[in-house]
């Protein structure tokens, strides 16, 4: 954490922690001890260090409610660091009860390997870039078509997380915010 606030001085946090998840539910959402009293806002990243581990979506007062990158509804620009190819990271219901992500729509013949980086890209201001959303598990040819998809394990074990970070503020995001107001 205080190498990501060194490197980037323009981002604010709000430190807080889990004071609530759903049993039925255990890696998709969470409650978190922080609200509006401490500028949270909805679409604010969440952070464990470097890696990111969801989005606020929705904020009262004193708490918070986070969708972890494991919830299918969540998404994010992304990019294989040594590669260099980009797209976005989502999740289905089948992989996310395997703690498991995907970066789909990549040519058969992509160039993404077991091991590699996946970085938020930071295209369309939600998330800056450069955050770590994991790391390649396999990459998967489509049976019906052309595209092949990348397996990714979050760099975030979500049973142990008790302690994040909320980005409340960084350079780019309040365009993004406006035009999703």
Same mark, same amino acid.
Request: with cysteine; net charge negative; proline share 4%.
């Given at each position: ?22 049993? %039925?539910? $255990?890696?998709?959402?969470?409650? #978190? &001890?922080?609200?509006? =009293? &401490? ?18 979506? =929705?904020?009262?007062? %004193? ?6 990158? $494991? &919830?299918?509804?969540?998404? /994010? ?13 989502? %999740?289905?219901?089948? #992989?996310?009860?395997?703690?498991? $992500?995907? $970066? ?7 160039? *993404? ?17 450069? #955050? +770590? ?10 049976? !019906?078509?052309?595209?092949?998809? /990348?397996? *990714? ?12 970070? +909320? ?5 780019? !995001?309040? =365009? ?6």
């Amino acid at each position: 954490f205080l190498e990501l606030k060194k490197e980037h001085e323009d981002y604010e946090f709000v430190s807080a922690s889990i004071i609530g998840r759903n049993p %039925t539910d $255990l890696f998709y959402t969470f409650t #978190l &001890n922080k609200g509006t =009293s &401490n500028d949270v806002s909805v679409n604010d990243p969440v952070l464990y260090g470097k890696y990111l581990v969801g989005v606020v979506t =929705s904020v009262s007062v %004193t708490q918070c409610t986070v969708s972890s990158v $494991l &919830n299918p509804q969540v998404s /994010a620009s992304a990019y294989e660091v040594r590669s260099r190819e980009s797209g976005f990271v989502e %999740t289905t219901a089948e #992989l996310s009860k395997q703690g498991l $992500l995907r $970066l789909p729509g990549l040519d058969r013949t992509t160039a *993404i390997s077991p091991g590699g980086i996946v970085c938020t890209s930071g295209t369309g201001g939600i998330y800056p870039r450069d #955050l +770590i959303i994991g790391m390649v598990r396999e990459v998967v040819s489509g049976s !019906q078509d052309i595209s092949s998809y /990348a397996v *990714i394990e979050p760099g975030v074990d979500f049973t142990q997380l008790q302690d994040v970070f +909320i980005l409340v503020d960084f350079e780019g !995001q309040s =365009s993004a915010a406006e035009d999703d107001g």
